[in-house]
């Protein structure tokens, strides 16, 4: 192994790999939970719907669209102050959070609101003759009838957040980007930027096949 | 129990306000079959979405079991809502779910618990004969069976009044009327009030002890079925009624007959109630010297008694065939002598 990597530390690449794991799953967790939030509100607060209110979906739609268009290395340096307000400090996984979350929970928020607009109107209306009161269309119609829709677009968005860890660790943040610019690029070791390419690649892979076969699970129609 | 009192819809629209429902005024009894028929645009969907507060009206009042619920708002109208249940024409129902969960659904919002609502689920699933489907997920389900889930889910809270929103209108023939013996049956058996919105007579012959019929916006005609087909009013209400008194092939038949019979009287004949099982052309034979020949007949079941017609052609002398269509008049049957144009 070592004749054909003479420059890959494995103790390290193990700990790059482990840092983007950890800054992929958080930013994922987290931007799951706000992009839901974010993407039922733009669709609650849309035309015709339930809290049908114009102010708040412009507002929400023109937030969400602002930092879905900003360059994700640029979001990184814009959020600096924000992030050393936060945590004290901009090295690290953990100062990569917030960039990451704030970049990829926008994106997300507009698949969210696709996903539930699918959804056909009859099966609210049949809710809402039911009696059933909003909070109950939201939790019972809402997102189980746009599950598949919201997994496989998390999954898409964890693609993306794999991606967006390599960007910050080329600004100090750790992870496989980090190891991959600092050894490979800087000190010119390919072998570590291959390995570490390989690694991210597998991660893709995992999270693409675990989306699809949660979906698939999921989708009964 | 259902009160509708000059009701009034009106929809802003680009070209100006579109009158969905103008004037409407209904009273339904409890336990009545009450069948509203109308082409599509007629202001008949927009009228029993207002029964359940889907809707509401720009004028008026609808009190449906006692509630007004043109006024009533937030949690009062959910619990209304909970006693008048809806079906629809593209059942409406959650994909994620099994049968058994989606008829559940109606029990969890109205806070059934646990084995009273298995309970109640397993009743539901007898009473609209799913038994051994309840697992199965709706896209494993004909249409027909959708439309029986939606039916066990609209039951599911013992309601007052059950509205069908074109239930039937996706269902093929067969299916429809399996469908419409169900909601028959209901109504016998637990005393329903159901209100129903269809564009085909055959709904309305089949079921309804009454019927409106709506032209843009406006109830044109009410009354009891058989007295609507017995006598129908307007012009739009004779067209449904042509849809199941007479098929479509009616019209051409009758007038290549009468280019063919040239003395003579082609003469419809209208039966209603008990006069449809009396021998009113064996008698018309022994009582004139008349040829009689029959042309076409059909016999409808309505929910308040038989409804038939019959189209014949008399030959003989000119005096004979009168005195034969008064004869007939005298029978307590309609006639009518059909002419050419």
Redesign the interface.
């Known amino acids: 192994m070592d004749k054909y990597f003479p420059n890959v530390d494995w103790l390290i690449m193990w700990d790059a790999t482990k840092q983007t794991l950890y800054m992929t799953g958080i930013s994922v967790l987290a931007t799951f939970v706000l992009g839901i939030i974010l993407g039922m509100l733009l669709f609650l607060t849309g035309k015709d719907n339930l809290w049908e209110n114009k102010p708040v979906n412009t507002v929400i739609g023109a937030v969400v669209n602002i930092f879905r268009s900003i360059p994700f290395i640029i979001l990184i340096v814009l959020l600096i102050p924000f992030t050393t307000l936060l945590l004290g400090t901009m090295i690290g996984e953990k100062a990569a959070l917030p960039a990451l979350i704030v970049g990829a929970a926008p994106f997300y928020a507009r698949m969210v609101e696709i996903g539930l607009r699918e959804i056909d109107k009859g099966v609210i209306e049949a809710a809402k003759s039911m009696g059933a009161s909003t909070g109950t269309i939201i939790w019972k119609v809402l997102l189980p009838e746009s599950m598949p829709a919201l997994i496989s677009g998390i999954t898409v968005t964890a693609i993306a957040l794999v991606g967006y860890t390599a960007m910050a660790g080329a600004i100090g943040a750790g992870g496989l980007g980090n190891l991959a610019y600092n050894y490979g690029f800087q000190r010119n070791q390919n072998d570590v930027t291959l390995i570490a390419t390989v690694i991210i690649l597998i991660i893709v892979f995992v999270i693409q096949f675990i989306g699809d076969f949660i979906t698939s699970k999921l989708d009964k129609r | 129990m259902i009160s509708i009192k000059n009701v009034r819809k009106i929809f802003p629209t680009k070209q100006g306000q579109l009158k969905a429902v103008d004037d409407v005024n209904l009273e339904i009894q409890d336990g009545e079959i009450f069948g509203v028929i109308g082409y599509s645009g007629a202001g008949k969907s927009t009228l029993i979405r207002m029964l359940?507060g889907?809707e509401l009206p720009s004028e008026g009042s609808v009190t449906v079991a006692g509630r007004e619920i043109s006024k009533i708002k937030g949690?009062e109208?959910?619990?209304?809502?909970?006693e008048?249940?809806?079906i629809?024409q593209?059942f409406?129902?959650?994909?994620?779910?099994t049968v058994s969960e989606n008829i559940a659904?109606?029990l969890?919002?109205?806070g059934v618990k646990g084995p009273q609502r298995k309970k109640r689920v397993d009743e539901l699933i007898k009473l609209v004969g799913l038994e051994g489907r309840e697992n199965a997920?709706?896209?494993q389900l004909s249409g027909g069976q959708k439309q029986r889930v939606g039916i066990a889910?609209a039951l599911a809270?013992s309601p007052k009044v059950l509205?069908c929103d074109e239930a039937t209108s996706a269902l093929d023939p067969q299916t429809t009327d399996s469908i419409l013996d169900l909601l028959v049956d209901i109504n016998k058996r637990l005393g329903l009030t159901i209100v129903l919105i269809t564009h085909e007579m055959h709904v309305i012959r089949k079921i309804s002890h009454r019927v409106a019929v709506m032209e843009s916006g406006k109830v044109v005609e009410m009354g009891p079925v058989l007295d609507v087909f017995r006598n129908p009013q307007q012009p739009i209400t004779k067209r449904f009624v042509q849809q199941v008194t007479e098929p479509e092939e009616t019209k051409e038949t009758l007038e290549h007959l009468l280019e063919r019979f040239v003395s003579g009287k082609i003469v419809q004949l209208t039966f209603i109630g008990d006069s449809a099982e009396q021998p009113v052309i064996t008698n018309l034979i022994r009582h004139s010297n008349v040829n009689v020949n029959i042309l076409q007949g059909k016999i409808s079941q309505t929910q308040n008694g038989s409804y038939g017609t019959l189209f014949i052609h008399i030959d003989g002398e000119d005096e004979e065939v009168d005195k034969a269509v008064d004869f007939i008049r005298s029978q307590q049957v309609g006639v009518e002598v059909v002419t050419n144009g």
């Open positions: 359940n889907l949690s109208l959910r619990k209304a809502r909970q008048i249940s809806m629809f593209h409406n129902l959650l994909w994620s779910r659904f109606p969890e919002i109205a997920y709706p896209s889910r809270n509205l």
